[in-house]
């Protein structure tokens, strides 16, 4: 649906990369090793993303650094759209909401740093986790996205140890808000 609206696939990987998670930082010449891609043709949407204040950039040694502005008007609606289209959201909808006494429902590694894959990573924070009725969730909502979920549900006090780094993480569930 969004390539239809928006037709350049650069474009829409910038999206992802940056706006599902806005800690994420990237400067061009490593977005062009991730994406595949030549560096003139990620300049020159991240400058379009620059010019409409999407993005905010920075020089650290030498590179320019790019990461979301997440003051801007259209951030969460941008945020909240990409989820949909990652099917992230349906996920939250159809698994977090009813498996037990859940304090956070995180997304870690690659789907958290904005490189949507095979595979959906999530981290479950709580206690007194219905499983039988959490694995039937979680094969119900691969029916409908294009992944495969695989989760880890850990006490509050192990929780730590499951974060190690905040870039590959996005909080997507806290006592009960949707993100």
């Not at 400067?27 to 994406?35: A, C, T």
Request: charged letters at 30%; a positive charge.
């Amino acid at each position: 649906m969004l390539e239809s609206l928006i037709t350049s696939k650069t474009r829409i990987k910038l999206m992802i990369k940056f706006f599902i998670n806005s800690d994420t930082t990237a400067y061009l010449r490593n977005l062009s090793e991730e994406f595949r891609e030549s560096t003139n043709a990620i300049r020159l949407e991240l400058n379009r993303f620059e010019e409409a204040k999407l993005l905010e950039s920075k020089n650290e040694q030498n590179k320019k650094v790019y990461k979301a502005n997440t003051k801007h008007p259209y951030f969460k609606d941008m945020h909240r759209l990409l989820l949909k289209y990652v099917g992230i959201e349906e996920i939250v909808d159809n698994v977090v909401k009813h498996i037990g006494e859940l304090e956070r429902g995180y997304i870690i590694n690659d789907f958290a740093q904005g490189n949507p894959g095979n595979i959906l990573d999530l981290l479950l924070v709580g206690k007194n986790f219905d499983y039988d009725y959490l694995n039937k969730l979680v094969r119900k909502a691969e029916e409908s996205v294009s992944f495969k979920i695989r989760y880890i549900a850990v006490s509050p006090n192990e929780a730590s140890q499951y974060i190690p780094d905040k870039t590959k993480t996005l909080l997507v569930w806290s006592a009960g808000d949707k993100f």
